[in-house]
């Protein structure tokens, strides 16, 4: 098949799943084309614009038009791919459907300007759309829709009235060897001296639970634990303070406000880690930091209420909590810490959620294409 791999998002573990996607699809025969924002040296590659979706602000009604706003961004977006598409494409794949998704978008609009049969990874299949009673999901009802990926274990219940071939895909991480010489690593172990340490790593957005990870740290022995937040900022200036006043000034505490550099550099953050903070706030998908942390065999704190708890409790590899409890917090930290989480449970995620496994995803995805 001429199958087109469409990811305007290269950023954080979005290009290994595309490095990967591309790969296993060319070994299996198929002739690939990736449309991107971002120059790759990678052969049969087109440059793509993406209009990136706003933040959504707090008032009620600057909300609504923020919305609106978003799905005329979205409907740019997916004519950015139409026009550069070639004519003869078999299927078109997203890497991330979720990027060209609406709840304002129509099912028949969107077939009208993506004409070619399509599938793709769902990244938030519970995620119906937060702040209308539309459905984002229904473009998953289209004739050119076949069949869907995703990474949730557990929806199936949830997107079968939407479409109901689904495909299980691997939530796997990129393994390249830690750098064992990332200064920053080097830094925090020096710092740390022999303490506890908690870590909470990537982007940094209010979202990832900065708040509680702020108290939690403020409220602990800090002669007994060392926290870490390191990553690129897309925090308000009011957050950042909070940081600075509450958090980067303590003796136990070590605030990174820089992209980590590479792959290689994040895995060596989560290898001198002893447990690694995941309790987002309304998060419904999964997070690729379990899947690192599964790799390196580090127990998560994950939030409750979501696919996260759902994913922790089924394979037993940390705990979850209210995102918004510092003392549930507390508690989950000292009880990791105190019982040593089995390997086979961590090599139990491994064993499912591998990039191993794409050979085989992928074939059952594509066979309800025919040319």
């Not at 990136?52 to 977006?77: A, D, E, G, S, W």
């Not at 108290?215 to 897309?234: E, H, I, L, R």
């Not at 989950?332 to 959620?353: N, V, W």
């Amino acid at each position: 098949m001429k199958i087109a791999l469409i990811e305007p998002n290269i950023g954080g573990h979005h290009l290994t799943y595309l490095l990967a996607f591309h790969q296993a699809l060319q070994k299996l025969g198929h002739q690939v084309t990736i449309y991107t924002t971002a120059t790759l040296q990678i052969e049969n590659r087109q440059i793509i614009r993406f209009h990136k979706m706003l933040m959504l602000p707090k008032q009620p009604i600057r909300k609504k038009i923020t919305v609106v706003i978003n799905l005329f961004l979205t409907l740019l977006n997916l004519w950015e791919v139409r026009t550069h598409l070639e004519k003869k494409t078999d299927l078109l794949f997203f890497c991330c459907m979720d990027d060209y998704m609406s709840e304002l978008l129509p099912r028949t609009l969107f077939s009208k300007m993506i004409p070619f049969p399509f599938t793709g990874l769902f990244l938030s299949p519970r995620n119906k759309g937060k702040y209308l009673r539309l459905d984002r999901r229904n473009i998953l009802s289209s004739a050119q829709c076949q069949a869907v990926a995703v990474l949730d274990e557990f929806c199936q219940e949830q997107l079968t009235p939407y479409q109901p071939n689904i495909v299980q895909f691997p939530d796997f991480t990129d393994e390249s060897a830690p750098n064992q010489k990332y200064e920053l690593a080097t830094q925090i172990l020096k710092q740390a001296n022999g303490r506890c340490i908690i870590s909470l790593l990537g982007a940094l957005h209010a979202r990832k639970g900065i708040h509680t990870f702020i108290q939690t740290a403020g409220q602990m022995d800090p002669n007994a634990y060392f926290f870490v937040m390191a990553g690129k900022s897309y925090l308000t200036k009011e957050e950042l303070q909070e940081i600075e006043y509450h958090f980067a000034n303590r003796s136990n505490c070590l605030f990174a406000n820089n992209r980590i550099p590479s792959e290689a550099d994040f895995n060596r953050l989560i290898e001198i880690s002893h447990i690694v903070y995941a309790a987002y706030v309304d998060f419904s998908q999964s997070s690729n930091m379990f899947a690192k942390s599964a790799f390196f065999q580090k127990p998560v704190i994950v939030s409750k209420g979501y696919y996260m708890e759902e994913i922790v409790q089924h394979y037993r590899t940390g705990i979850a909590i209210q995102s918004n409890d510092p003392q549930a917090c507390m508690e989950a930290i000292c009880e990791l810490q105190a019982h040593t989480i089995a390997s086979t449970h961590y090599q139990a995620y491994l064993a499912k959620h591998s990039v191993s496994q794409l050979p085989m995803c992928f074939p059952q995805l594509l066979s309800y294409y025919s040319l």
